[in-house]
């Protein structure tokens, strides 16, 4: 049963890069332990685009970042000293824990031009977890195992589900996936997890009977249920367990209020550092006047 209908919020990032915002949501702030989703593009690059595109050293705590490309190429560098393109159905998933920072650049574009598309989720890190140690990890081939059914061909990228695990590591039961389906075709959602979602990130679906186009998100319950692909269709199925109450500030993720206006204070200081080969520029803290309101599971 769907519980919420979500719709992405155009959200310009600056430079000409523009997302579709779709959680937080007011009416819902997570789901599982997932705090944040945002959809890339679909955007042409032409040769030679322009620096201001990149997104500069930022940082980040309290959160697993999770990439994940349709399309285009996009080089990630952080704090630890990682330097990483990723490329259509890889992952690239960064555990900011006490604090990470990192920049993604559109190198490839510069060179040859690009066709951008995909997601970027937040994966909030349970409060036993919120302060480890940061890591950087890249997921390819048989870290993302791959089924086919009638009509559907899946990538699991994160968790478990479809009795399948993917490669990287998460720190709360959690599974996240990316089902290419043909018109017509039917997939289950994974169920035994307290709180599911669907994205429809192309295409059309039907679930329940209505049709829902590309920019939706379906909040479901535990329920067992299943998806139709009305046309050719690129959809997203995630969930998880609920982790309690989470803070957001800017890039950082926290239980505690305070511990976020520490992070603000220490990367406003120069106290995080920036990744070797990248520090010549950074995002500079936005003045907002305090975390935003706590983000529910």
């Known amino acids: 049963m769907i519980e919420l209908v979500i719709e992405q919020r155009r959200r310009n990032l600056g430079g000409g890069i523009e997302v579709g915002r779709v959680l937080p949501f007011a009416k819902r702030r997570m789901v599982g332990p997932f705090i944040f989703f945002d959809h890339m593009g679909p955007l042409d690059l032409a040769p030679g685009v322009d620096r201001n595109l990149d997104v500069r050293p930022h940082p980040h705590i309290g959160l697993s970042t999770v990439t994940y490309l349709f399309s285009g190429e996009v080089m990630h560098r952080d704090s630890l000293g990682s330097e990483q393109a990723i490329r259509p159905q890889e992952v690239n998933w960064m555990t900011a824990g006490r604090g990470i920072t990192h920049s993604e650049r559109f190198e490839r574009a510069r060179m040859q031009g690009d066709h951008l598309h995909g997601i970027q989720a937040w994966v909030a890190l349970p409060t036993e977890h919120e302060e480890i140690a940061p890591s950087f990890s890249h997921h390819a081939g048989s870290d993302l195992p791959q089924w086919s059914d009638v009509g559907v061909h899946g990538q699991l990228i994160a968790g478990s589900a479809y009795g399948l695990t993917a490669g990287a590591e998460t720190h709360s039961p959690l599974?996240?996936?990316?089902?290419?389906?043909?018109?017509?075709a039917t997939a289950e959602i994974p169920g035994g997890y307290a709180e599911r979602a669907v994205y429809v990130a192309t295409g059309a679906v039907e679930l329940d009977g209505p049709r829902y186009d590309a920019g939706k998100m379906l909040v479901l319950g535990s329920a067992a249920s299943r998806v139709r692909a009305?046309?050719?269709?690129?959809?997203?199925?995630?969930?998880?367990?609920p982790i309690g109450e989470r803070f957001i500030h800017w890039n950082f993720v926290s239980s505690s209020k305070d511990r976020l206006a520490q992070a603000a204070a220490d990367w406003k200081a120069g106290r995080?550092?920036?990744?070797d080969a990248d520090d010549a520029e950074f995002i500079p803290l936005p003045e907002e006047p305090a975390p935003s309101a706590p983000a529910m599971s």
Request: no cysteine; hydrophobic share 45%; charged share 25%.
């Open 175 to 184: 599974f996240y996936a990316h089902l290419d389906m043909e018109p017509g």
């Open 272 to 275: 995080m550092k920036l990744p």
């Open 230 to 241: 009305l046309e050719r269709s690129a959809v997203m199925v995630l969930g998880g367990e």
